[in-house]
């Protein structure tokens, strides 16, 4: 029988508080120095200090505000990871000491209060250095006429959220930890578990999934990785007005991140509750152990087993596929990639039951956990490699999906975003083909050209799904009548698509066209240009013609034919200068901005504009002509002939009589993918350029 | 009053604890003995509050130790590894216990100064093995336990300050009435302290009396025979005989009378009773038990 009054007593233990914080005075003030470096002092410098005789007071103001923001996102994360698990592996560490726990628990104090007296202990200190930080930074501000004081409210509450976060989850992890050490890496693994998981997983999709695309991080995965998501907050939250300088404030992103921030800090809450709750599980024997709870041990054994296999398997398997077949090493094999996940998975597996055992002998007592991990292994690779749930095959039908937003890379590269039914319709198409093709790269032709597309579809149910898909192909297969490739290059001219594109790229920001511009060479290959320019009306004018070139199909429509398209497409890009459609919510000190387009013979309307705008239209250069042309070949070629055959290197006027004796040059023609030519002459680049 | 009932404690398979028995009257000083692994340190720690037994009941005048703060004010321990803040000094625990312990005198702290040679001011971990132990004494003392729980308390400490320790325990426990359960190997000095004695092997209670009772159970006899009877008769159950000479020595469990009775229908030329050490009961009532002295020739 308990005395009536030993529940209610033992729950907090003044003398131990004040043991904790005498005993570890050099980990809180060094957790001191550092907000009073990164708050009063930065600000104090930044106030006062030099920038105070050269700035402008706003950009000062603008400074301080900025200064303070920052802390309250990366600032108050990188603190909060950092001290959160120094904080818990100081006040826990007597759980990793086999003296300390014998002596602690002899205390006459409950279990839950020596959690709550440690606990407290850690969260007073930062509670206390937030507090007199913030005071000290009012102090500055106060000093220096600044008056938002209520962000430096905000940063308290940042601060103070994310540190009930990863001290909480540092306090949680250490109630696992049997070893000192183990805190830290539990913590740290833990931390980006889930973001790690996901990310592995998805790799591993892609090596077994035709098409499978991995950029797509689920929100739930973001919220599970607070590292990462609070990495995130507090971006942008002033608004500027056309000069720069601050004009208010953006609230609904302070609201929203002080929102994330409390939901982080309740779940630092609940961490500690649970750490409470596994604290009183917590076998005082199990001091020493690597993991000290019972439960977790299979977890712990099993869990480093898979990720070893989804890490290191994954790893070593790319390495020995790259190194046998070449860089990219083509389509995955499945006994290949199982074998190594096998292999590295069970390294793992016997690692941590070394651990957990504290002894190398751990084959004879736990080969059968290795051989269910294998098995199991075994099972998902093979599941994966039959497409068990058919992921790879799958194409959502057209009546499912809300939007699509595509990407598709040829000779140049196209994307937006589209809803109209029948062209998604051409999309899925596309799809279903490329699914049922498979079509591969082939990095070992040296005449493949590469194409991509990538589909991220919105369905109406508000999943998402993204593929994507990458190949090489030659020529000629695009006009093969319902191929892959014909499909593409019909969508790559489809006025739906190229209307996305165009809209994607600059017709949905333009509030309206302010002029054009195009270059016209006068001669090749020195090609010193003549731009001609166009009012806004005859930049309407040059617009309305695309976009008749676009319903015709006109644009885009070598755009899988590398020779048509260089053959057809010019170099002189059109030029269009637009105003930026003004966001109230985003001010912008620049409202101007222009659009490059390249066109091509095959846009008869726009050229038909052009001409009527006063350009010749027979002197545009194609990028084929520009290519046997190109400035440098020709120099370095004609350089090389003068030198081959006079020695000097011609004047302005073509003659060689009186030229001095030549330098040396290099002139190197083509690029890293193409075939290389490299000439020597004996005049300086520079100087033939400048001729 | 500390009661144990079938106390069992298991670690990862292995049972420590088997059923322990055990009771120890209040003001009683109660040596607990056993040979290494027997469950000695584990029984204090779980009388403690540090570890949880799987079953049976540990109590202190009535009430359970687990998660009893009340009831763990009152006892204190200083085990064989006595534990201390690695930058603390004697006086830096001395404020924490005094925190902790309602009964802390600081009185007696001071009093016990005199006791122990000890810089407060230095730091633990500077002082020599002996020193530590000196300091968890004079800490543990100036709690003004009830309960006192010694695991090997004395070693480490020279002969003097051994005196001086027990003398202090043993003055309180004749003037408060505190009851102390000490767990030692050093048999030679549990024997001049302890006032009851519990054999502890492989996690069990082998038997539980008072020292007077213990020797009254066993009894060493130096015997000789008649001449012509050179061995001991096969009837006489002895724990253990050796000769030297013609004198023959025998350990029998069974008080004096009823030995030297037994002896009588040899006609010996001569029986002396002699008492027996805590050691030798140790060691023979544990021969018993498959734990003996081995001969082994190497």
């Not at chain 1, 190109?630 to 030229?659: C, F, H, L, W």
């Amino acid at each position: 029988m308990q005395s009536k009054t030993s529940s209610f007593k033992g729950l907090f233990s003044p003398a131990l508080f004040r043991n904790d914080l005498s005993r570890f005075w050099p980990l809180w003030a060094l957790y001191f120095a550092a907000w009073l470096l990164a708050m009063p002092a930065v600000q104090l410098f930044e106030l006062f200090g030099r920038n105070h005789q050269w700035m402008d007071p706003s950009d000062l103001h603008s400074n301080a505000l900025c200064g303070v923001t920052e802390m309250a996102s990366s600032g108050a994360l990188i603190v909060s990871v950092a001290f959160g698990c120094l904080f818990a592996m100081a006040l826990f560490s007597y759980l990793t000491n086999a003296r300390a726990v014998g002596f602690t628990h002899a205390l006459p104090v409950r279990r839950e209060g020596l959690f709550l007296t440690h606990y407290i202990s850690g969260a007073a200190v930062f509670l206390t250095v937030h507090a007199v930080t913030a005071l000290l930074t009012m102090a500055v501000w106060a000093t220096a006429g600044v008056r938002e004081f209520w962000l430096i409210g905000i940063w308290f509450l940042s601060a103070t959220g994310q540190m009930l976060l990863f001290y909480g989850f540092a306090v949680f992890c250490a109630m696992f930890a049997g070893q000192l050490l183990a805190i830290p890496v539990f913590y740290g693994v833990l931390n980006v578990l889930v973001y790690g998981l996901t990310y592995l997983f998805q790799s591993l999709c892609q090596l077994l999934f035709y098409g499978w695309s991995n950029s797509d991080i689920p929100m739930l995965v973001v919220w599970l990785t607070p590292a990462y998501k609070l990495s995130k907050i507090f971006q942008n939250p002033w608004i500027y007005d056309k000069l720069g300088n601050w004009s208010g404030t953006d609230w609904g992103e302070l609201y929203s991140s002080l929102g994330a921030v409390g939901v982080y800090a309740l779940a630092g809450v609940a961490l500690t509750a649970a750490a409470l709750l596994v604290y009183n599980r917590r076998r005082s024997e199990a001091t020493g152990d690597t993991v000290a709870i019972g439960w977790a041990r299979p977890v712990f054994r099993y869990g480093v087993g898979v990720c070893a296999a989804l890490s290191f398997g994954q790893l070593l398997f790319t390495i020995l596929r790259d190194a046998v077949g070449g860089y990219g090493g083509g389509a995955a094999s499945v006994p290949g990639l199982a074998a190594c996940m096998i292999a590295l998975g069970l390294v793992g597996y016997f690692a941590a039951e070394m651990l957990l055992q504290k002894s190398f002998r751990v084959l004879k007592q736990s080969w059968k956990g290795g051989a269910a991990l294998a098995a199991v292994l075994v099972l998902v690779c093979a599941g994966f490699s039959v497409d068990l749930l058919g992921i790879e095959k799958y194409v959502p039908k057209a009546d499912d999906i809300q939007s699509l937003d595509f990407d598709i890379y040829g000779v140049n590269y196209i994307n937006g975003n589209i809803t109209d039914p029948e062209t998604i319709g051409r999309f899925i198409s596309l799809h279903q083909a490329l699914v049922e093709e498979k079509p591969e790269n082939d990095w070992n032709s040296d005449s493949s050209d590469y194409t991509g597309l990538r589909l991220d579809y919105t369905l109406k149910n508000g999943k998402k799904l993204s593929r994507d898909y990458g190949f090489t192909y030659e020529s000629g297969e695009v006009r093969e009548d319902g191929s892959v490739l014909s499909q593409m290059a019909v969508l790559m001219s489809d006025p739906v698509v190229r209307r996305a594109d165009l809209s994607a790229q600059f017709l949905n920001d333009v509030d309206r066209l302010t002029a054009a511009e195009i270059t016209l060479y006068q001669s090749l290959p020195y090609g010193k240009g003549e731009t001609l320019n166009f009012d806004a009306d005859t930049a309407q004018t040059l617009l309305d013609a695309l976009e008749k070139d676009i319903d015709a199909g006109h644009l885009g429509a070598d755009a899988l034919d590398q020779d048509a398209w260089y053959a057809n497409t010019f170099d002189n890009s059109l030029t269009f200068y637009y105003r930026v459609k003004p966001d109230p919510a985003r001010p912008r000190r620049d409202d101007s901005a222009s659009f490059d387009l390249q066109f091509s013979k095959h846009d008869t309307f726009l050229l038909a504009a052009l001409e009527h705008a006063g350009v010749d239209t027979g002197s545009l250069t194609t990028n084929q002509q520009m290519n046997d042309s190109d400035g440098s070949t020709v120099m370095a070629k004609e350089a090389y002939a003068y030198t081959q055959q006079e020695g000097r290197i011609p004047d302005e006027d073509g003659s060689v009589e009186n030229a001095a004796p030549a330098d040396a040059s290099v002139g190197i023609i083509g690029g890293a993918d193409g075939p290389t030519e490299i000439l020597v002459a004996s005049q300086s680049a520079t100087d033939m350029q400048e001729s | 009053m500390i009661e144990v009932r079938d106390a069992v404690k298991r670690f990862d398979g292995f049972t420590a604890l088997n059923g322990v028995t055990l009771t120890v009257p209040r003001g009683a000083v109660y040596g607990l003995v056993g040979p290494n692994g027997a469950g000695k340190s584990t029984l204090l720690r779980c009388l403690n509050g540090v570890y949880k037994t799987e079953s049976g009941t540990m109590t202190i005048e009535g009430e359970s130790v687990w998660e009893n703060p009340a009831l763990k004010a009152r006892v204190n321990s200083i085990p064989d590894d006595w534990y201390y803040f690695l930058q603390s000094s004697t006086q830096d625990m001395m404020r924490l216990y005094r925190g902790i312990y309602p009964s802390f005198s600081m009185e007696r702290y001071k009093k016990l100064e005199a006791a122990f040679p000890i810089d407060p001011k230095k730091p633990i971990r500077h002082l020599s093995k002996g020193m530590q132990k000196q300091a968890a004494f004079w800490l543990t003392m100036s709690c003004m336990p009830e309960y006192l729980m010694l695991d090997e308390p004395v070693d480490g400490l020279d002969p003097v300050m051994r005196r001086q320790v027990w003398s202090l325990v043993l003055d309180d426990v004749a003037e408060r009435g505190t009851t102390v359960l000490v767990s030692s190997h050093n048999l030679r000095e549990l024997e001049d302290v302890c006032d009851q004695v519990g054999i502890l092997d492989h996690g069990k209670v082998l038997l539980e009396r008072s020292l007077a009772q213990l020797q009254d159970n066993m009894v060493k006899l130096q015997v000789v025979f008649p001449d012509g009877m050179t061995e001991v008769p096969p009837e006489i159950p002895a724990l253990h005989a050796s000769k030297l000479g013609r004198i023959h020595t025998l350990i029998l469990r069974m008080n004096a009378q009823r030995a030297t009775e037994l002896l009588a229908q040899y006609s010996p030329l001569l029986v002396d009773a002699v008492p027996l050490t805590l050691e030798e009961i140790f060691i023979y009532e544990l021969g018993g038990a498959d734990y003996a002295v081995k001969d082994i020739v190497l």
